[in-house]
């Protein structure tokens, strides 16, 4: 029973869009909206379907990440990254570190992180997306 319920709730879940028409940075992280973006020390623009936050970011913790999870308990951690001291994000080091690469402790991240020409009101509409509860 309980197997076929949640059958049930995974079926209708996947058929259903993610994102409300209006939800910029929804659209902006499940790739509906492209914000172009480079590997860093390469000025080619990627190809748009390679840089949706989805293909390397999760929304929840996950062991199978192959990048950090997105949630608002990870960003607002005040944790060592990548070795660095203890540092957390806000709305301005988020930004940065997509822009730049570069982590609130001043660390430079893996260049599998692309950088993103992004601009002021996309990025605040994805930081809020990513730390709404
Ligand atoms: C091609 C894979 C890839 C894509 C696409 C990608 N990222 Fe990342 N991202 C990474 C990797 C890998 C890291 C970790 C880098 C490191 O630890 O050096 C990272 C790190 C980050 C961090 C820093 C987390 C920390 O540990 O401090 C943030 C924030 C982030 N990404 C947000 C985004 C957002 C938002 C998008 C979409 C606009 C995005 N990423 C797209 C691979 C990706």
């Known amino acids: 029973m309980l197997a076929l319920a949640l059958l049930g709730v995974s079926g209708s879940s996947k058929a259903a869009e993610p994102c409300s028409s209006s939800d910029v940075g929804c659209a902006i992280f499940y790739g509906k909206r492209a914000v172009p973006a480079e590997l860093r020390d390469d000025n080619r623009l990627l190809p748009g379907a390679t840089t949706r936050c989805v293909n390397c ?33 806000d709305e301005p080091a988020f930004c940065r570190v997509l822009r730049e690469g570069i982590d ?6 893996r260049k599998a992180m692309p950088h993103y020409r992004i601009s002021d009101p996309d990025c605040k509409a994805l930081w809020h997306f990513l730390t709404q509860p």
Do not use: C
């Not at 929840?60 to 001291?85: E, N, Q, V």
């Not at 609130?104 to 991240?109: E, F, G, R, Y």
């Open 104 to 109: 609130p402790a001043d660390v430079m991240l």
């Open 57 to 89: 970011h999760t929304r929840t913790a996950s062991p199978d990440s192959f990048a950090p999870p997105l949630t608002p308990g990870y960003l607002f951690a005040a944790a060592s990254r990548r070795g660095g001291p203890a540092s957390s994000y």
